[in-house]
């Protein structure tokens, strides 16, 4: 399961345009439009991306739920 958060932040101001949790990364990938491959990248810990560096650039916030034990 993750969680993906799509968000737009101006000065003190900001505006969530999606907030749901999804069971695969496809499915992340099918909502927002983009490919697999664009949103494991997004997802990934790695650095800033080029195209994440302008003014109005949506801020995507990929995260995994971590799995609970369930009562066996």
């Known amino acids: 399961m993750f969680n993906c958060k799509v968000y ?3 000065g003190s101001a900001s505006m969530t345009l999606l ?3 999804f069971k695969n990364l496809k ?3 099918a909502e927002l439009g983009l490919t697999y491959q664009q949103v494991a990248d997004i997802s990934s ?3 800033m991306k080029n195209y994440q ?3 109005y650039y949506p801020k995507i ?3 995994k739920i971590p799995k ?3 009562t066996e």
Do not use: H, L, V
């Open 68 to 70: 609970t034990k369930s």
């Open 8 to 10: 737009q932040e101006c």
């Open 19 to 21: 907030n749901r949790d």
């Open 45 to 47: 810990r790695g650095g």
């Open 61 to 63: 916030e990929i995260t």
């Open 53 to 55: 560096k302008f003014k």
């Open 27 to 29: 499915e992340i990938a």
